[in-house]
T-cell receptor, first 117, second 116 residues
Framework: AQSVAQPEDQVNVAEGNPLTVKCTYS??????LFWYVQYPNRGLQFLLK??????LVKGSYGFEAEFNKSQTSFHLKKPSALVSDSALYFC???????????????FGSGTRLQVQP | DTGVSQDPRHKITKRGQNVTFRCDPI?????LYWYRQTLGQGPEFLTY????????KSRLLSDRFSAERPKGSFSTLEIQRTEQGDSAMYLC??????????????FGPGTRLTVL
């Protein structure tokens, strides 16, 4: 079984400061990892993904995430937060599994990011 | 707009009634997924199609739920004899099978169901 933990329900950060949203995962094999963002009354928007290769992944809107296999983590980061980054962030995992692997994503419970002006 | 579309965006129904939702995926995507999201939670997987074949169903998908994708394009999700516990946002996503965007799922805006 695969699972994702986002240990913080909410993260507060001042505009211009760096931000980190934490995610840890559990899969039986090697993972595909994703971050999505959800704004009010809108669908999930893809931010970035880790498939293979470089452990530091860069995505949309200046976000990046670092894959750490030994710690089974995939924390989302941004060097300088904007008020417009305030939203709900979801980490998701899929077991690599090949053609017989489970295709569906397993999501964490989400972390609300609040960036204060 | 070439994204995933869902219809209706909102549905209010009385307990015991049947409801049907539609999802139109991105046109070149042959994988289609349904998820359910309740307040304060992340999306939970319901079912997945590759073309017209339903390849995986979650244990969340009770006998009252049925999904179809008859021509491998749009999909419908029907809930029979709705219960108040069915109230949630129902999300549809689609993805390619190969290429640069392999594995990335694109989500629609969702259908918010309220069962009174």
């Amino acid at each position: 079984a695969q699972s994702v933990a986002q240990p913080e329900d909410q993260v507060n950060v001042a505009e211009g400061n760096p931000l980190t949203v934490k995610c840890t995962y559990s899969v039986s094999g090697n993972p595909y990892l994703f971050w999505y963002v959800q704004y009010p009354n809108r669908g999930l928007q893809f931010l970035l993904k880790y498939i293979t290769g470089d452990n530091l992944v860069k995505g949309s809107y200046g976000f990046e995430a670092e894959f750490n296999k030994s710690q089974t983590s995939f924390h989302l980061k941004k060097p300088s937060a904007l008020v417009s980054d305030s939203a709900l962030y979801f980490c998701a995992v899929r077991d690599r599994g090949g053609d017989t692997g489970r295709r569906a994503l397993t999501f964490g419970s989400g972390t609300r990011l609040q960036v204060q002006p | 707009d070439t994204g995933v579309s869902q219809d209706p965006r909102h549905k209010i129904t009385k307990r015991g009634q049947n409801v049907t939702f539609r999802c139109d995926p991105i046109s070149e995507h042959n994988r289609l997924y349904w998820y359910r999201q309740t307040l304060g939670q992340g999306p939970e997987f319901l079912t997945y199609f590759q073309n017209e074949a339903q390849l995986e169903k979650s244990r969340l998908l009770s006998d009252r739920f049925s999904a179809e994708r008859p021509k491998g394009s749009f999909s419908t999700l029907e809930i029979q004899r709705t219960e108040q516990g069915d109230s949630a946002m129902y999300l549809c996503a689609s993805s390619e099978t190969s290429g640069r965007l392999n594995n990335e799922q694109f989500f629609g805006p969702g259908t918010r169901l309220t069962v009174l």
